[in-house]
């Protein structure tokens, strides 16, 4: 079983930043991509950004292209998203998700970003 495990939500005023951990549990792991979601207050859950596990190859939604930067840790099982130039829109609860080619097998609890305007 795999646990992930979100932290570094928070407040912070629009251009601000903030930067979120994703720590993973587990006997084995090795997926093959990890990635960030967010759902807004009444939105459904959207994509943010993923990478591939041990090649690095990364996507971003084209929302937060130029102000996210998603990296990773592979010693500490961990992945990261820098949140830059937040915006009011930005608001979600960002969650951390481990999983396979057209699978997203593991989800975090959640970590709550809200930024002031």
């Known amino acids: 079983q795999v646990q992930l495990v979100e932290s570094g939500g928070g407040l912070v005023q629009a251009g601000g930043s903030l930067r979120l951990s994703c720590a993973a549990s587990?006997?084995?792991?090795?997926?093959?991509?990890m990635g960030w979601f967010r759902r807004a207050p009444g939105k459904e859950r959207e994509f943010v950004a993923r990478?591939?596990?041990?090649?690095?190859?990364?996507i971003y939604a084209d929302s937060v292209k130029g102000r996210f930067t998603i990296s990773k840790d592979n010693a500490k099982n961990t992945v990261y998203l820098a949140l830059n130039s937040l915006k009011a829109e930005d608001t979600a609860v960002y969650y951390c998700?481990?999983?396979?080619?057209?699978?997203?097998?593991?989800w975090g609890q959640g970590t709550q970003v809200t930024v002031s305007s």
């Open positions: 998700a481990a999983g396979r080619l057209g699978s997203w097998d593991y």
């Open positions: 587990g006997r084995t792991f090795s997926p093959y991509f």
């Open positions: 990478i591939v596990w041990t090649a690095g190859t990364i």
